[in-house]
C-alpha cells in the first residue's frame, strides 16, 4: 500500500506574538515546525505501512528550509520526501497550493491513499486537502478520527460530523485528512535521523511537475491577503467577590445582552 | 509583480521595518532589506514609506471572463435529518445584508431528500428565492454528491456570493465546489462586507486567532466563503415573508458519488451542547466557594 502525505511548514503560534507598540507579529526566534496536524498523518500513513507493506512519501510544498520538515519525517520512519521549492509557487493560495502538490502527485505516481492532516496551524482553512482530491479526480473524506478496514479496493474511515461519527466507505485511491484523535504520533529516531541525513531530496520547480505557471504563485492566486491587522481588544475584566449579589446581578447582566 | 528597495532613495528611517506584519524587513548599512521568502508582498511597507523607496508592482488581475454576467448572494442551507442548520439561518440574515448593498437577491440552496418544508422556513428568515435538489442521493450527505449538485447550480444561475457555514459538511465539501469552479474560498469567516468597488470583504483570523487578515478575491466569480457558526445574528421570524421556489433537477450522474455513508453513530446527549449555547459562563482559579 503505497501512502502519500503532503504537509506544511508552519510558525509555531503558540510562539506568535503580536508587538504592542507595533501591532506587528514578532517573528523573531519563532520556531519553523511541522504542522502539528500533519504529524499525525504521517503517523497514520506509517502505521498503514506498517500493516499492508509499501512505501510512505511526503511532499511539502515552501521555501528551501522547508526541507527540514521532509527531514523529520524521514526520521520518523518516511522512505522518500520530495520539496517543491520555487519563486513560482510564493503566494499560491489554496487553489494554487492545490494544483501544485496534485501535479507532484502525479509525477510521484502509484499511490493508493493521500494522508492529510485536517488543516494547518498557521491559515487554517482545511482547504487543501479536498482540493488535492478534486485535481486527481478523487473522493475524499475529511476530519477522519480512524481507519476501520482497508481492502484491496477499498477503505472505511470514521468521519467526525457535527452532531457525532458518519462511517464512510470509499474506493481506493482516495484521500483523507486526519484529525489528532486518530493516533499518538511517535517520536523521531536516532537511525531515521541518520538516513534522513543521507537521503537526497529531490527538489521540484513548476517545470519537473509540468505546471501551468498562469495558475500558481500569488499572480495565479484567485484570493489574496488585502489587509493584516491584531484584533481589536474585548473589554476588560470586572473582578468582584463571589458573593450570591454579585452572582445574581451577573447572571442578570449576561441574560439581557 | 515584484517588490524592491530602491537603495538610492532608502534613508534608513526604518518605517518600514516596523510596518511590516511579518518582519520580512532588515536594515544592512543603513538601508532596507525584504527578506523575499518571508514577504508576503502586502505592500504595507510601500504604503508607509516617505521617500517613495520602495517599488512595489501589484499584480495586475484581469479576468478573462465577465464578472458582470454574476449576480445574487447565495446561502447553501445546510440541513441533516430534516432539521435546518442554526448557520443556514444566520448567512440568511447575513447575506441579506449583502445582497441589499448590492442590489440583487438573496437566494437559498437546499440540498436533500423530502426537504421542501424547510424551504418555507427559509423564506420566514428572509430567502427571497430558494432552489430545491431533492432527490434520495441526497439523503445522507456526501462530499461528491452534494458538491457536485452545488457546481451544477453555480455553472447554471452564476450566483458573484457563496456563503455556507463553517461546519464539518461546509469545511469538507465547499472547498471541492471552489476547486471544480476555480474560484476562490476563504475559511471561517467572522466578518463580511462589500468594498467600494463592489468585491466581498473577508475577514478571518490566522495564526490561531493571533491576527486578523482581510481577504479578497478580485478575478474570479463567485467569491465564496465558509462562516463560522453563531457570528452572526439570526434573522427575526416572519410568516409573512414568501420566496420564489425553484425546483431544480439535475441528472443521476451529477448526484453520484463513489464515496457513501454506511453508518451514523449520533452523539448521545451528555448534557446541553457547548456548541448550541448562547452564551457560555466559565469559572477561574478566582472563584472561591
Known amino acids: ?32 515546525v511541522t504542522n502539528p496536524f500533519d504529524m499525525f498523518a504521517i503517523e497514520e500513513a506509517l502505521r498503514l505501512k506498517e500493516r499492508f507493506g509499501g512505501k510512505v512519501t511526503v511532499v511539502t510544498m515552501g521555501p528551501p528550509q522547508a526541507k527540514k520538515v521532509l527531514e523529520e519525517a524521514m526520521a520518523m520512519g518516511v522512505d522518500d520526501a520530495v520539496l517543491l521549492s520555487n519563486r513560482a509557487f510564493a503566494g499560491s493560495d489554496t487553489l494554487a497550493t492545490s494544483y ?113 505557471e498562469a495558475i500558481v504563485g500569488l499572480e495565479g492566486s484567485p484570493t489574496w491577503v488585502d489587509r493584516i491587522f491584531t484584533p481589536p481588544m474585548k473589554k476588560g475584566c470586572l473582578p468582584m467577590d463571589a458573593t450570591k449579589e454579585n452572582i445574581a446581578k451577573l447572571a442578570g447582566e449576561i441574560l439581557k445582552r | 509583480m515584484k517588490i524592491e528597495v530602491i537603495k538610492a532613495k532608502c534613508t534608513g528611517c526604518t518605517l518600514c521595518v516596523r510596518e511590516c506584519p511579518v518582519e520580512a524587513i532588515r536594515m544592512l548599512d543603513e538601508k532596507a532589506v525584504i527578506d523575499l521568502d518571508t514577504c508576503i508582498l502586502c505592500g504595507a511597507c510601500e504604503k508607509v514609506c516617505p521617500v517613495d523607496a520602495i517599488l512595489f508592482e501589484k499584480p495586475t488581475r484581469h479576468s478573462k471572463e465577465d464578472l458582470s ?12 435529518g430534516g432539521k435546518l442548520a442554526d448557520v443556514a439561518l444566520e448567512l440568511v440574515g447575513e447575506g441579506k445584508k449583502l445582497a441589499k448593498a448590492r442590489g440583487s437577491k438573496l437566494c437559498a440552496v437546499l440540498l436533500g431528500h423530502n426537504v421542501s418544508g424547510l424551504a418555507r422556513e427559509l423564506a420566514f428568515h428572509g430567502a427571497e428565492r430558494v432552489y430545491v435538489v431533492d432527490s434520495p442521493r441526497l439523503e445522507r450527505f456526501s462530499d461528491e454528491s452534494y458538491s457536485q449538485a452545488m457546481v451544477w447550480l453555480i455553472e447554471r444561475h452564476r450566483p458573484e456570493i457563496v456563503l455556507a457555514g463553517a461546519t464539518a459538511m461546509g469545511r469538507s465539501f465547499i472547498p471541492r465546489v471552489a476547486a471544480e469552479i476555480r474560484t476562490g474560498l476563504t475559511a471561517d469567516c467572522t466578518s463580511l462586507g462589500i468594498d467600494a468597488k463592489g468585491n466581498l470583504i473577508q475577514t478571518r483570523p490566522a495564526f490561531g486567532g493571533n491576527i486578523m487578515a482581510t481577504i479578497l478575491c478580485t478575478k474570479s466569480r463567485p467569491q465564496m466563503a465558509t462562516v463560522r457558526p453563531k457570528v452572526m445574528k439570526k434573522p427575526a421570524r416572519d410568516e409573512g415573508l414568501s420566496a420564489e421556489i425553484v425546483i431544480e433537477v439535475p ?12 453508518d451514523e453513530i449520533v452523539d448521545a446527549a451528555k448534557g446541553p451542547s457547548l456548541q448550541a449555547a448562547e452564551i457560555i459562563v466559565a469559572g477561574g482559579a478566582g472563584l472561591k466557594k
Not at chain 1, 482553512?125 to 478520527?145: D, N, Y
Open chain 1, 1 to 32: 500500500m503505497n501512502l502519500i502525505v503532503p504537509i506544511k511548514q508552519v510558525p509555531d503560534t503558540t510562539d506568535v506574538k503580536i508587538n504592542p507598540q507595533t501591532n506587528t507579529l514578532i517573528r523573531d526566534g519563532v520556531r519553523s
Open chain 1, 100 to 212: 501544485v502538490i496534485a501535479q507532484a502527485i502525479k509525477r510521484i505516481g502509484d499511490f493508493d491513499l493521500i494522508v492529510c492532516g485536517k488543516q494547518a496551524s498557521d491559515g487554517d482553512t482545511a482547504q487543501v486537502g479536498p482540493g488535492i482530491a478534486v485535481r486527481l479526480k478523487l473522493p475524499h473524506a475529511s476530519f477522519v478520527r480512524k481507519v476501520r478496514t482497508v481492502e484491496k479496493r477499498s477503505v472505511v474511515v470514521e468521519r467526525s460530523a457535527d452532531d457525532g461519527i458518519e462511517v464512510v466507505k470509499m474506493p481506493l485511491p482516495s484521500l483523507i485528512t486526519v484529525t489528532k484523535e486518530i493516533n499518538a504520533p511517535r517520536h523521531t529516531s536516532f537511525a531515521g535521523k541518520f538516513r534522513a541525513k543521507r537521503t537526497h531530496v529531490p527538489m521540484w520547480g513548476p517545470k519537473d511537475i509540468g505546471c501551468d
Open chain 2, 69 to 80: 454576467l454574476y449576480r445574487d448572494v447565495w446561502v447553501f442551507s445546510e440541513q441533516r
Open chain 2, 251 to 262: 441528472g443521476d450522474e451529477i448526484l453520484a458519488s463513489r464515496q457513501s455513508v454506511i
